[in-house]
């Protein structure tokens, strides 16, 4: 698997990620820098996992469980300019692993 350091726009500065480009084999780096010449953030990656979590948790509540975690890992890829989340294996390749637990609050 191919990837590529690319920044990061954060509210506070700059980071660097490591991406797996989703386009054409053999693109630039230089055009991996987002749409318009703006560097890629990180809502897009945030927003698709907040609206994953959303409908878990929806799912979740309705199967009325004491308690829940839902554990996968995450990888970013480079879509069109945008940082985009990969739902992987929680495992050591992953970017990050994200944890969600959801409590029964009626038990």
């Known amino acids: 698997m191919m990837t590529e350091i690319t920044k990061v726009e ?25 749409r318009g010449g703006r560097l890629p953030d990180l809502s897009e990656v945030t927003g698709a996992l907040s609206s994953f979590a959303a409908q878990l948790g929806e799912a979740l509540h309705r199967a009325a469980p004491e308690r829940v975690t839902v554990e996968f890992g995450c990888q970013l890829g480079i879509d069109s300019g945008a940082l985009t989340a990969l739902i992987v294996q929680g495992s050591a390749s992953a970017n990050f692993r994200v944890a969600l637990e959801w409590v029964n609050k009626r038990v």
């Open 10 to 34: 954060l509210a506070g500065g700059v980071i660097y990620v490591e991406a797996q480009p989703l386009g054409p084999v053999g693109q630039e780096p230089t055009e991996l820098e987002g």
